[in-house]
């Protein structure tokens, strides 16, 4: 007979390496020692964030094709497929949120680090049309490394392409609420993320552009500890608020509320 656990009974929280049983972590995944939050697969963050049986999926676009022929990016995906139950690194859907209606954009960091690529824009860009067809507010919430190496300068157009469309959104004119999680970097916190009529962060996740290991091989620096922390961006003025996991719906519920819109059906 095995004396070892079950594959998935403990885990190490990255932050104090304390061995932490699956049911310490609780709803909200949290580490009881430390009180670090960790990442949230998109199914786990809109089951959170949304009134009970309220989300309705859209209908999205086909996954990527492989155009530059990149190795192992195939089988990259199948893996990240079966690993988190996703066909893509962001999820899309109308939902309410304390019974205020919304079209929800979730990025998935489990899906290869939630990268953009060429289906993650197109998904992001119907979400943005379908809160301009049925004058909806749009909110996203990123958890993303940045964009797809694997896709190369498809990848990268697409941040260009996702600006375009919120402008649109935003000439209707129809809000935007950005909801920064743990990691927003690179090419979408470059584009995107900070452009929302409100920017909100989740308490500890990690926002930049560069990682602060990178920075400081490139230059003789010595960065704070608190660099790059969604409570550094806040006192820096960069944010309109940094909340806790557990009031990020109600948060989220008073600003919908207060935009007072309860939109249209049209299909």
Partial sequence: MSHYPKAGTWATCQVCGRHVHHSQWGQWQQCPYCQHLRRLTAATRIDQLVDPGSFQPLAMPERPHNALHFPNYDQKIERATTRTTATEAVTIGTAMIAQQPTVLAVMDSYFMMGTLNTAVT??????????????????????????????????????????????????????????????????VSASFAFRGDVVVAESGAQIGFAGARVIEQ???VSLPADFQTAESLLRQGQLDAVVTRPQLREYLGTVLHGYGLGGTDNG
């Fill in 122 to 187: 197109r998904r992001l860009i119907t979400a943005s049309q379908t809160a301009r067809d049925r004058q909806l507010p749009l909110i996203i919430v990123t958890a993303s490394g940045g964009a797809r190496m694997q896709e190369g300068l498809y990848a990268l157009v697409g941040m260009n392409l996702v600006l375009d469309e919120l402008a649109r959104l935003a000439a209707v004119p129809l809000p935007l609420i950005t909801v920064l999680t743990d990691p927003t970097m690179g090419g």
């Fill in 218 to 220: 490139a230059q003789p």
